[in-house]
């Protein structure tokens, strides 16, 4: 009876991930239960915050500013902190973000000034859609891949978006509640309640705050394991160490003699930034970069689409041309946001099935195919369930598009590359509602939804011609290459050095510096241990020993 009941728990517990997350240890559960406490917080007062504004007597206009200057405001700042995350340490920034978040939520609970209220959201972590936005997402994605492993990846991805849904579906059903309860109450007024919603959301931000504090030093960027020791030439080592006076030469620019460098700070602030951000951008190598550079337009294609027909707008499509109550809307985007949390959840296994790649594609295709189809049907019924095809399918790319990205990008450009990758979605996702409302003011809002389907599907189809055959994990250390030591790396050119010096030793007689086996395909560098100072011998070095 017992084993009845085991073995599919067992099943479910292997095949569904949770195993992968106990795999990966106590950091993987505290980045997870992190965004989920997070994810709350959106849901709680994304779906109010419009209303809010406009119980407090502000005006459309300055409404849609509010949203763009807070768009705005996210890109800047989470492309900041994820381009110095690694540097500075990714807990570090983490913790700021809670503590701006925790800062946004007060201010927001207490003051009802339109511009304190815009500087508060510019400058600190306020969702306007119930999105991830901000610095959180790309640097903890870069977090749970480096304490993955390839066969462990996606399956943990997949419960970071699942868990993250559900939080996110929990809270907006939570916030409707509680505001019914408050304004059923005389001595709370419709602005009193709103206030005390964002209370719950300074709450989260102190936990979200508790929970990377928890978090160890697995979570940052881990000093390669393979360290690569010089082996000049003695002549060139005797030059350099007369001229900067040791007997060791030097490697990098930075410990040349001043007099050598000419580099200079430029005055201006402006090209100061672009500095900066350019010297970032360039700490990404090029095989990155060309690999990126693709995958980043596809994504900007697809999130102007998302951009154009957000469930905020097609909710209101479906109000102007069906009319139904508010309450028969809210519980089609609460069933569609759960559903969604279900599909997500799904996404781990399939990718192991079939591929990340193939997962992205034919799960989101047909949820591309549902907006497309969207402004047809002549009933509720039949446009709702559309809705939830798009909502059940349209999450299920998440978790592998963040395994993709770290399989094809190196540990140490991880951040940086997802920390960018959000960034070209935020932007691309600005344009999307300016799109739609023009189609709007001229009776043409049914063509955003076409417009935005075909988007879809060719960032689908595009996404399958590009990568579908793409080599994997190239970055990634295999067990097969640790089997003959943990610091061993074969290296093609210091084979070939050592077959000139073998053949100029055995000429000569001489005594061997570095020990050189008789098969060269086997031969391996390691890295001198302690003080032990490595010489390599120059051939010609050699021969005027023999002469």
């Known amino acids: 009876m017992s084993a009845r009941i085991t073995k599919p728990l067992k099943w479910f517990y292997h095949e569904f991930g949770l195993a992968a997350i106990n795999q990966t240890g106590r950091n ?43 768009l705005f405001g996210d890109v800047v700042l989470g492309t900041f902190l994820t381009l110095v995350a690694d540097r500075v340490g990714r807990r570090k920034v983490l913790m700021g973000g809670s503590l701006l978040m925790v800062m946004s939520g007060i201010i927001f609970a207490v003051f009802e000034n339109f511009w304190i209220l815009l500087l508060a959201a510019i400058v600190g972590v306020i ?9 959180f ?22 419960w970071y978006v699942t868990t993250a849904l559900f939080g996110s579906s929990l809270g907006s059903e939570l916030s409707g ?55 000049p030439q003695d002549g060139a080592a005797s030059s350099v160490g007369a001229s900067t006076g040791t007997g060791i030469g030097t490697e990098n620019p930075e410990d040349a003699p001043g007099e050598f460098l000419t580099n200079e700070e430029p005055k201006n602030r402006v090209v100061r930034i672009f500095k900066w951000l350019s010297d970032r951008l360039a700490q990404i190598s090029a095989p990155t970069r060309s690999v990126m550079y693709k995958l980043w337009f596809l994504l900007a294609v697809d999130s102007l689409a998302d951009g154009m027909v957000p469930y905020s707008i097609t909710n209101y499509f479906m109000d102007e041309k069906f009319h139904p109550s508010k309450s028969t809307l809210g519980d089609i985007t609460s069933f569609s946001y759960f559903l969604g ?15 990340l790649i193939n997962t992205m594609v ?51 450009e991880r951040t940086a590359v997802m920390g960018i990758t959000g960034t070209v979605r935020t932007l691309a996702a600005m344009a999307g509602p300016s799109v739609t409302g023009i189609l709007a003011a001229n009776e043409r809002f049914w063509i955003a939804f076409i417009v935005a389907g075909s988007c879809r599907l060719a960032y689908d189809f595009g996404l399958y011609a590009m990568f579908v055959n793409m080599k994997l994990h190239e970055h990634e250390t295999k067990p097969s290459d640790l089997a003959n030591g943990d610091n061993t790396r074969r290296v093609p050119d210091e084979e070939m050095e050592l077959r000139s010096l073998a053949d100029s030793d055995s000429d000569t007689g001489s005594e061997e510096l570095l020990p050189v086996k008789s098969e060269f395909e086997a031969v391996s560098l390691q890295v001198p241990g302690g003080s032990q100072r ?14």
């Open 28 to 70: 993987a559960y505290l980045i997870i239960l992190a965004r989920t406490c997070r994810m709350f917080a959106y849901g709680t007062n994304a779906l109010i915050l419009a209303i809010f504004f406009s119980a407090l007597g502000i005006s459309d206009h300055q409404i849609g500013l509010f949203m763009t200057l807070t």
């Open 127 to 135: 969702s306007i859609t119930g999105g991830d936005f901000g610095p």
């Open 137 to 158: 997402r790309s640097i903890e994605e870069s977090m749970l891949s480096q304490l993955t492993t390839p066969d462990t990846r996606a399956d943990v991805l997949s």
């Open 177 to 231: 509640r509680i505001l019914r309860f408050l304004q059923s109450k005389d001595e709370w007024s419709e602005v009193e309640s709103y206030h005390a919603l964002f209370w719950i959301y300074t709450v989260m931000g102190v936990v979200n705050l508790g929970l990377v504090l928890l978090l160890t030093d697995e979570c940052e960027l881990q000093p390669s394991e393979i360290a690569y020791a010089q082996l």
């Open 341 to 355: 949390g279900i599909s997500a959840s799904f996404a781990g296994p399939l990718a192991r099935k079939i591929g």
């Open 362 to 412: 034919f799960t989101h295709a047909p949820s591309s195919a549902a907006v497309l189809f969207f402004p047809f049907p002549p009933y509720l019924w039949m446009t709702a369930g559309l809705l939830l095809i798009r909502s059940g399918l349209n999450n299920m790319d998440q978790a592998p598009r963040s395994a993709f990205i770290a399989a094809v990008v190196k540990p140490e």
């Open 534 to 547: 490595v010489r390599s011998r120059s051939p010609h070095r050699a021969n005027e020993g023999a002469s």
